[in-house]
């Protein structure tokens, strides 16, 4: 298999993604391993794959005047991934590129394939590719500017305006930087640091997690650092729903989608190990991913549970818990940077389907939590349905329970708060699209 080039590999890799729906960042870490792919050609591979996903609007848009006959699915493939080297990757000569795909198209195809690509790809290197000015509606050429849906583009714009949307799609087409969380229980931030330093990353603190870090160069999962349990990999967004949830050592706290435990085990840190964390998933074996992080970062406060959470009442005293968390099951919308094609395969029929789950998982929440008790809703997503107007609907039906002052926030984050709501945009700070609510349930 290691004669397969990084360009062979990525064009697999959007092949399964358009007939299996199948995620770009788990068939990528599949290739690399299938395929052998190593050194610089990794960053290749990872740099085509996710920068044709992210522009795949665009350039179909570039390659439409181009294409005169109906062409098979992987042809199509061949060109975005080519042209997208032509555009957007200054490293990559064009004529090497063209080079390329002639070769990869006489090999999955013949002859009459790869002069097709050779004559589509070489007129646009003559021609140009068309303007985008052509269009005129401001949000169909956002939407063809960015790579984003037209119904995703138009929504988001009702929602937030112009301005607001544009900053946000434009900041979806940039790669996401990595960050991680520093295991406090084990060691200090300085010292993490320093030894990530020795093992060859470059890596600094972040100005909004006293316990975050960003790498700027290297991939931490393969440290010495890493295996031992000094840091864990996790987005600088969602490090804020352990300081909405602000609980205390000794507390009982209920985690009701907890897989793969990124926020249960920082739970577990800020209460220093000391109390009880319930993690709740539907499937045993994402019961498995909570049990082997929390092992990896020394954690023995965590028990797994493998149930419905909308169905914990069957195996817990309602009002038992002095804090709940629902992260719940969402669009993704706010992730489109680490994930591109989540954009292309949402609908909005599918936001519908997700905000009946919500509303269900925020009412056995509501049931769980002691009085005086306080529940935090979350998301990965960027969208009213899911957020704001799911926080309005809750409230209306529960009059148990009232929104609540998330005084614990990191400096930097309480400016962002409105109403008592928190919505993170990806352009706020470099994070992923993230909303958070806090609840307590009344004394009477």
Avoid at 154 to 162: F, K, S, T
Avoid at 411 to 440: H, S
């Amino acid at each position: 298999m290691s004669n397969t080039t990084a360009r062979e590999a990525a064009l697999e890799i959007l092949e399964q993604i358009d007939k299996n729906q199948s995620y770009s960042n788990l068939l990528l870490n599949h290739a690399i391993k299938k395929f052998s792919i190593k050194g610089p050609d990794t960053g290749l591979l990872t740099e085509l794959t996710y920068g044709t996903l992210q522009r795949k609007l665009t350039l179909d848009y570039f390659l439409a005047p181009f294409i005169k006959k109906k062409i098979e699915n992987w042809v199509r493939n061949l060109l975005r991934m080519s042209l997208y080297q032509m555009l957007y990757l200054d490293r990559v000569p064009e004529r090497a590129a063209i080079h390329e795909a002639v070769e990869i198209a006489k090999k999955r195809g013949h002859k009459g394939v790869a002069g097709l690509v050779n004559g589509i790809l070489r007129s646009i290197q003559r021609e140009g590719a068309p303007s985008l000015n052509e269009i005129k509606d401001p949000v169909e050429r956002l939407s063809i500017e960015t790579s984003h849906p037209y119904w995703l583009a138009a929504r988001w714009h009702e929602q937030y305006g112009m301005e607001k949307t544009k900053a946000m799609c434009e900041m979806n087409l940039l790669a996401p930087v990595q960050t991680a969380r520093v295991n406090t229980l084990k060691t200090t931030r300085e010292a993490v640091l320093s030894q990530l330093n020795e093992e060859g990353i470059e890596a600094q603190a972040s100005s909004i997690i006293p316990e975050g870090i960003s790498i700027t160069r290297g991939n931490i999962a393969h440290t010495n650092a890493y295996k031992s349990g000094l840091l864990t990999i996790q987005d600088e967004s969602s490090m804020l729903v352990a300081y909405a949830l602000n609980p205390q050592p000794g507390e009982t706290i209920l985690d009701m989608c907890a897989a793969p435990g990124g926020k249960t085990t920082h739970l577990a840190q800020k209460i220093k190990n000391e109390g009880q964390i319930i993690a709740m998933d539907l499937h045993p074996h994402k019961i498995k991913l909570i049990d082997d992080n929390a092992n990896r970062l020394g954690i023995e406060c965590i028990e797994g549970t493998a149930l419905d959470a909308r169905e914990a009442d069957s195996k817990f005293t309602p009002g038992s818990f002095d804090r709940v968390l629902v992260d719940a099951p969402c669009s993704g919308l706010g992730v489109v940077r680490r994930k591109p094609d989540i954009k292309y395969a949402k609908s909005e029929k599918d936001l519908e389907g997700l905000t009946f789950v919500q509303k269900s998982l925020l009412a056995a929440a509501a049931d769980m939590v002691k009085p005086g008790g306080r529940l935090v809703y979350s998301t990965c997503t960027v969208d009213h349905a899911e957020n704001n107007d799911m926080v309005a609907q809750f409230l209306g039906e529960h009059p148990e329970m009232e929104l609540t002052v998330m005084d614990n926030l990191p400096d930097p984050i309480k400016t962002l708060t409105k109403d008592d709501i928190l919505q993170v945009f990806p352009q706020d700070f470099n994070g992923d699209g993230f909303f958070i609510a806090c609840f307590e349930k009344k004394q009477n």
